[in-house]
T-cell receptor, first 116, second 112 residues
Framework: GAGVSQSPRYKVAKRGQDVALRCDPI?????LFWYQQALGQGPEFLTY????????KSGLPSDRFFAERPEGSVSTLKIQRTQQEDSAVYLC??????????????FGDGTRLSIL | SQQGEEDPQALSIQEGENATMNCSYK?????LQWYRQNSGRGLVHLIL?????REKHSGRLRVTLDTSKKSSSLLITASRAADTASYFC????????????FGTGTQLKVEL
């Protein structure tokens, strides 16, 4: 079927605004990840869902970041009161197993967030 | 934080030549994966090598893993212009849960 879909592809917001980024994983994939990628760097882990349960949110940089996956499929990453340092590409990935460290992750093309 | 580093940071070669990228990591791992990222796109999984494996092949790709040195290498043989991309190693497991921890990446440019 279709791959991982993220929307919007580009988002420009003013500092202090709230933003919401959406991820549609591959249908049936159990595991869903959010990563943040700064320019010229590798992705950095933000949070992980197994179905609707958020099992690891250790990478979220502050309490302004919030993620949910209420029905175990689509996920939303919300950033409140955005700051300039939040500017980055936000990548979503999904995996068919609950042992995702031992299987490939399938990535979307990301949302490029720019905070003015 | 990044798990480790790729070396070199950037590599420019001619089409048909081989490209070798190295990855070092810091902690014990369950497996190591290599991903490719074209500009403005998401990452694409290339190959996974488990901690009890030393070498793995997939088409024009050859990956080695040396757990004693905490390092891995990715060799792309007979490179093509379409191989131009950034390449990342990623480690998983062993206390890190299900997440992957990525290196800093190597930017490969293959020129005609």
């Amino acid at each position: 079927g279709a791959g991982v879909s993220q929307s919007p592809r580009y988002k420009v917001a003013k500092r202090g605004q709230d933003v919401a980024l959406r991820c549609d994983p591959i249908s049936g994939h159990v595991s869903l990840f959010w990563y943040q990628q700064a320019l010229g760097q590798g992705p950095e882990f933000l949070t992980y869902f197994q179905n609707e349960a958020q099992l690891d949110k250790s990478g979220l940089p502050s309490d302004r970041f919030f993620a949910e996956r209420p029905e175990g499929s689509v996920s939303t990453l919300k950033i409140q009161r955005t700051q300039q340092e939040d500017s980055a590409v936000y990548l979503c990935a999904s995996s068919s197993t609950d042992r995702s460290f031992s299987s490939p992750q399938h990535f979307g093309d990301g949302t490029r967030l720019s905070i003015l | 934080s990044q798990q480790g580093e790729e070396d070199p940071q950037a590599l420019s070669i001619q089409e048909g030549e081989n490209a070798t990228m190295n990855c070092s990591y810091k902690t014990s791992i369950n497996n190591l994966q290599w991903y490719r990222q074209n500009s403005g796109r998401g990452l694409v999984h290339l190959i996974l090598i488990r901690s009890n494996e030393r070498e793995k092949h997939s088409g024009r790709l050859r990956v080695t893993l040396d757990t004693s040195k905490k390092s891995s290498s990715l060799l792309i043989t007979a490179s093509r212009a379409a191989d131009t991309a950034s390449y990342f190693c990623a480690t998983g497991g062993h206390g890190g849960g299900n997440k992957l921890t990525f290196g800093t990446g190597t930017q490969l440019k293959v020129e005609l």
